[in-house]
């Protein structure tokens, strides 16, 4: 089974950015489906952006981060970022990197903490 670890997180104030960085191992890595989750505290974990399994280049956000996050992904490193730009104070949570798969089954790995506060 895939294991995913994440990083990148980080304090940063309102309107600030991070990049958000996503490695696997264990398994094959596929971007179909594949895509980026958080959890802020008391909430319910959310899907954030992800690369649809309709086609590798369709990719679908949530409301909340439209325009401001964009996902991308490496295929000669195996990798998926999350650029996440103009970040917003209830962008606060968690963020976790995980497959169609890992997200029904509740697998999730120790995700990255992202805070943004001034």
């Known amino acids: 089974q895939v294991q995913f670890v994440e990083s990148g997180g980080g304090l940063v104030q309102p309107g600030g950015s991070l990049r958000l960085s996503c490695a696997a191992s264990?398994?094959?890595?596929?971007?179909?489906?594949m895509g980026w989750y958080r959890q802020a505290p008391g909430k319910q974990r959310e899907l954030v952006a992800t690369?649809?399994?309709?086609?590798?280049?369709?990719?679908k956000y949530a409301d909340s981060v439209k325009g401001r996050f964009t996902i991308s992904r490496d295929n000669a490193k195996n990798t998926m970022s999350l650029q996440m730009n103009s970040l917003k104070p209830e962008d606060t949570a968690v963020y976790y990197c995980?497959?169609?798969?890992?997200?029904?089954?509740?697998?999730w790995g120790q995700g990255t903490q992202v805070t943004v506060s001034s």
């Open positions: 995980n497959t169609p798969r890992g997200a029904r089954d509740n697998y």
């Open positions: 264990g398994s094959i890595f596929s971007f179909y489906g």
């Open positions: 690369f649809t399994s309709i086609s590798i280049g369709s990719i």
